[in-house]
T-cell receptor, first 111, second 118 residues
């Protein structure tokens, strides 16, 4: 069971806006930034949104991250078929002398 | 363009030690933290640990007793050793760069599949 909780699946039709949630606690999201990673089928994860809610160069502005309290969200607007992938949130956890924790991942299906 | 490339044996026998290496090209290894992350088939991501180019380390508490990381700045490489492996250690192992400012994994290798079987 993952320390950060994500819905196992999400879906939307092309052009829609979809949000993926990531729930944590005061020792991780409550104190530290959340980063988001996209994993296309058969590929390695790729940084999508960094812990300051900024997108790396090359990532479309259709992707945005936000955080409130002990939860974070990834929003994808103007959904496209190429967005079909697994999405993971991650945060540093201050418990147990420090530890990186990930969400269990959300599989996004574009209908 | 910075690239990370994992290398390893592919197959390891139960109870033996898994050794992996990550070669970094396009940028000096100095100035960053470097991490290992694994993903069992069909499952999510698990952080194994990180090493700073200075040699300081931090490991996942659940794996700490079996993990050792090292860095070779002259070769621009860092390594992972995982002892007493079992089938539960079968996974794709990724190396990744961890930014010291901002604190996130900004670059990932393509991963190497490790199977533990006799």
């Amino acid at each position: 069971q993952s320390v950060l909780t994500q819905p196992p699946s999400a879906s939307g039709t092309p052009g829609q806006r979809v949000t993926i949630s990531c729930s944590g606690s005061s020792s991780n999201i409550g104190r530290n930034g959340v980063s988001w990673y996209q994993q296309l089928p058969g590929a390695a994860p790729k940084l999508l949104v960094d812990s300051n809610d900024q997108r790396p160069s090359g990532v479309r502005d259709r992707f945005s991250g936000s955080k409130s309290g002990t939860s974070a969200s990834l929003a994808i607007s103007g959904l496209q078929s190429e967005d079909e992938a697994d999405y993971y949130c991650a945060a540093w956890d201050d418990s147990l002398n420090g530890n990186w924790v990930f969400g269990g991942g959300t599989k996004l299906t574009v209908l | 363009q910075v690239q990370l490339q994992e290398s390893g044996p592919g197959l390891v026998k139960p109870s033996e030690t898994l050794s992996l290496r990550c070669s970094v090209s396009g940028d000096p290894i100095k100035g960053y933290y470097w991490s290992w992350i694994r993903q069992p088939p069909g499952k999510g991501l698990e952080w194994i640990g990180y090493i700073h180019y200075s040699g300081s380390t931090k490991y996942n508490p659940s794996l700490k007793s079996r993990v050792t990381m090292s860095v070779d700045t002259s070769k621009n490489q860092f390594s992972l050793q995982l002892t007493s492996v079992s089938a539960a250690d079968s996974a794709v192992y990724y190396c990744a760069r961890l930014t010291g400012i901002g604190w996130y994994f900004d670059l990932w290798g393509r991963g190497t599949l490790i199977s533990v079987s006799s």
